[in-house]
């Protein structure tokens, strides 16, 4: 049979789609797995990918959203292959990775070539790759972690975001660490921080983009992600921080990249000084604010966290509990 020539990136999308809709064996090698991988692949039964843990490029997220699905992912370092292939349907061999910048139309050009027939040896291409294990946790972890700390992954407004609920159901989730905070810096305060960490870093020069106070700074590492919650101070409830009734977006994420003190504020701090990376889970959702203030509101605050700062599995699912009762 022919082979067709893919000129495009909307022809190589297509061309996956009428593949992967087939419920037989099915495989991809490529060398990154974008945010919203999930989304070009019409039927997940049967499948195996094979990529290239690189960090700022394969998305943490992207395989667990995968795995999720029941996709079987394998790692294989500085693989650059990029192959679609399913059982009695055909192959293609192109340029484009499995992410919305080479298969959306509106990013990267790419091309390819479709063999609509079971003569290309599959297996044999699999053999061939290097170093070949299963995608585990720690891993996965470890590919999220090395991310966050040289800030290289970038999100755009097409990456994916997963829902809390998408959140709730992965196998294994990232630690989120969570802090609360109330009053602005002063301006010296804000200018020490900026100087301190300038210094600290050898950096020309520093734009702090979020910080907040901690009492434990052993307890944060750079690299880690931390849910920031806008507290008030409820003098009735023994100066408790609690989220305001009327506040509709008290949270927001801070990625540590630098740790340090303020002899203004009398207190350490960490701070974030990149630009956003890849998140946890959407924190704009109207009905998950709703049901995160009330079960926050409500809980004390060894019930919310572990002696690291790492928010307990438990108080998730209350969060998760109460959305399903509002819903």
């Given at each position: 049979m022919q082979c067709e020539y893919l000129k495009n990136s909307d022809e190589i999308r297509e061309k996956i789609a009428y593949l992967f809709a087939s419920k037989g064996r099915k495989i991809v090698i490529v060398a990154f797995v974008g945010s919203n991988a999930i989304?070009?692949?019409?039927?997940?039964?049967?499948?195996?990918?094979?990529?290239?843990?690189?960090?700022?490029?394969?998305?943490?997220?992207g395989i667990r959203l995968l795995q999720q699905k029941g996709v079987k992912i394998f790692f294989s370092d500085n693989m650059h292959k990029k192959i679609y292939w399913a059982e009695n349907r055909g192959t293609i061999i192109t340029?484009?990775?499995?992410?919305?910048?080479?298969?959306?139309?509106?990013?990267?050009?790419?091309?390819?070539?479709?063999?609509?027939?079971?003569?290309?040896?599959?297996?044999?291409?699999v053999s061939h790759l290097r170093n070949i294990r299963?995608?585990?946790?720690?891993?996965?972890?470890?590919?999220?972690?090395?991310?966050?700390?040289?800030?290289?992954?970038?999100?755009?407004?097409?990456?994916?975001?997963?829902?809390?609920?998408?959140?709730m159901n992965l196998s294994c989730k990232p630690k989120i660490k969570i802090l609360?905070?109330?009053?602005?810096?002063?301006?010296?305060?804000?200018?020490?921080?900026?100087?301190?960490?300038?210094?600290?870093?050898?950096?020309?020069?520093?734009?702090?983009?979020?910080?907040?106070?901690?009492?434990?700074?052993?307890?944060?590492?750079?690299?880690?992600?931390?849910?920031?919650?806008?507290?008030?101070?409820?003098?009735?409830?023994?100066?408790?921080?609690?989220?305001?009734?009327?506040?509709?977006?008290?949270?927001?994420?801070l990625f540590v990249d630098a740790t340090t003190y303020s002899e203004e504020d009398e207190s350490y701090l960490v701070a974030q000084i990149k630009p956003n990376r890849e998140i946890p889970f959407d924190i704009n959702d109207a009905n998950f604010i709703s049901a995160f203030k009330e079960v926050f509101n409500s809980t004390d605050w060894k019930y919310i966290?572990?002696?690291?700062?790492?928010?307990?599995?438990?108080?998730?699912?209350?969060?998760?509990?109460?959305m399903d009762l509002c819903s």
């Open positions: 989304d070009y692949i019409p039927n997940k039964d049967n499948l195996q990918i094979y990529c290239w843990p690189n960090s700022g490029a394969t998305s943490a997220n340029s484009a990775n499995l992410t919305y910048n080479a298969l959306s139309g509106n990013v990267l050009q790419e091309s390819g070539v479709f063999i609509p027939s079971n003569d290309f040896d599959i297996d044999a291409e299963l995608a585990k946790n720690e891993e996965i972890d470890d590919l999220e972690r090395k991310a966050r700390i040289t800030g290289v992954f970038l999100p755009s407004i097409k990456d994916k975001v997963m829902t809390f609920r998408e959140f609360n905070y109330c009053d602005e810096r002063s301006q010296e305060s804000k200018k020490e921080i900026k100087d301190n960490i300038q210094s600290e870093q050898k950096l020309k020069t520093v734009k702090v983009i979020n910080d907040n106070d901690v009492e434990n700074v052993d307890c944060f590492d750079v690299g880690d992600i931390v849910l920031q919650v806008k507290t008030f101070t409820d003098i009735k409830d023994n100066d408790t921080g609690m989220i305001h009734r009327n506040n509709m977006h008290p949270l927001r994420w966290i572990d002696k690291q700062s790492n928010v307990k599995e438990s108080f998730w699912v209350k969060v998760l509990r109460n």
